[in-house]
């Protein structure tokens, strides 16, 4: 069973910077493309950004050049280090696994329990 534990979250100032880092148990975590969404108070689940199974990154322009996407398929670890922070970036960051090149909610396999990011103004 694959399973996707957050972790990083917490309280922030608007300016500040916080690296989540995801966990990822399954042995084939390479053939996975693996990102993050997010979903802030009344909104719905948005994509962040995701790093693809054979190298490359895609971001959301809402993030483009504050965050930056990674992924160690050695130890199965995705981190995303999030710079600037503003207060909009406020909202439950998920991890997210999917098979597919791709940045639909839909189209995601498996998710994390979600960590909350909050940053003030």
């Known amino acids: 069973q694959v399973q996707l534990v957050e972790s990083g979250g917490g309280l922030v100032q608007a300016g500040g910077s916080l690296t989540l880092s995801c966990a990822v148990s399954?042995?084939?975590?390479?053939?996975?493309?693996i990102g993050w969404f997010r979903q802030a108070p009344g909104k719905e689940r948005e994509f962040v950004a995701m790093?693809?199974?054979?190298?490359?990154?895609q971001y959301a322009d809402s993030v483009k050049g504050r965050f930056t996407i990674s992924r160690d398929n050695a130890k199965n670890t995705v981190p995303l280090q999030m710079n600037s922070l503003k207060p909009e970036d406020t909202a439950v960051y998920y991890c997210?696994?999917?098979?597919?090149?791709?940045?639909?909610?839909?189209?995601?396999?498996?998710w994390g329990q979600g960590t909350q990011v909050t940053v003030s103004s």
């Open positions: 399954t042995r084939t975590f390479s053939s996975y493309s």
């Open positions: 997210a696994l999917s098979p597919h090149y791709t940045t639909k909610e839909s189209e995601i396999e498996y």
């Open positions: 790093a693809w199974r054979f190298g490359g990154t």
